[in-house]
């Protein structure tokens, strides 16, 4: 059974620091770009970050220079570090398991979702 299990999301202040874990299960880890996406009610998702096998990152740009994306194959886990945490980023974090040919998706998992919450 396939499972991505996300931890790590509180209540946190401005200005503070927060380590979201995603764990993956019943997939070859190295076969899939992991990312986190969020998304606050009333707004669409959102891609946060992603990492293919081989390091390479993509980050939005609101988290640029603050979240760093990293994952470990033999922890089969990927972890979003998030620093200098704004108010803007309070949401659900979704992490993402995506594995795909060309034009065609193989495989689209997610996890259950952990918030996120930033205020004073």
């Known amino acids: 059974q396939v499972q991505l299990v996300e931890s790590g999301g509180g209540l946190v202040q401005p200005g503070g620091s927060l380590r979201l874990s995603c764990a993956a299960s019943g997939i070859i880890f190295s076969r899939y770009v992991m990312g986190w996406y969020r998304q606050a009610p009333g707004k669409q998702r959102e891609l946060v970050a992603s990492?293919?096998?081989?390091?390479?990152?993509n980050y939005a740009d609101s988290v640029k220079g603050r979240f760093t994306i990293s994952r470990s194959g033999a922890k089969n886990t990927m972890y979003l570090q998030m620093n200098s945490l704004k108010p803007g980023d309070t949401a659900s974090y979704y992490c993402?398991?995506?594995?795909?040919?060309?034009?065609?998706?193989?495989?689209?998992?997610w996890g259950q979702g952990t918030q996120v919450t930033v205020s004073s």
């Open positions: 990492i293919t096998s081989g390091g390479l990152t």
């Open positions: 993402n398991a995506r594995r795909s040919v060309a034009a065609m998706s193989l495989d689209d998992y």
